[in-house]
């Protein structure tokens, strides 16, 4: 089992900048892939951004060039930097990791743009 803490959510104007992170704990090894996924109100869940341990790193193309996705693998974290914030990028993000063929999520982090 891997549980997945996220956090960073919050309030955001647009043009603006928010981090979030997400801890992996439990089994740990054997994780292959690691990425953020959003879902916005009336939409379905949608990947944001792809980290493939050891693999080429993949952004959907509605935030390529504004968010930024990385890992701490001393601390089993990983980050999402989301830079240029528009309203529309307001939903809820949630962590995935895939270990072995399992995917666990994490419970999620509202992001919300707005002036």
């Known amino acids: 089992q891997v549980q997945l803490v996220e956090s960073g959510g919050g309030l955001v104007q647009p043009g603006g900048s928010l981090r979030l992170s997400c801890a992996a704990s439990?089994?740990?090894?054997?994780?292959?892939?690691m990425g953020w996924y959003r879902q916005a109100p009336g939409k379905e869940r949608e990947l944001v951004a792809s980290?493939?341990?050891?693999?080429?790193?993949s952004y959907a193309d509605f935030v390529k060039g504004r968010f930024t996705i990385s890992r701490d693998n001393a601390k089993n974290t990983v980050y999402l930097q989301m830079n240029s914030l528009k309203p529309e990028d307001t939903a809820v993000y949630y962590c995935?990791?895939?270990?072995?063929?399992?995917?666990?999520w994490g419970k999620g982090t509202l992001v919300t743009v707005s002036s």
């Open positions: 439990g089994n740990n090894w054997g994780i292959n892939a």
């Open positions: 980290l493939p341990i050891g693999g080429t790193i």
């Open positions: 995935n990791v895939k270990r072995f063929t399992v995917n666990y």
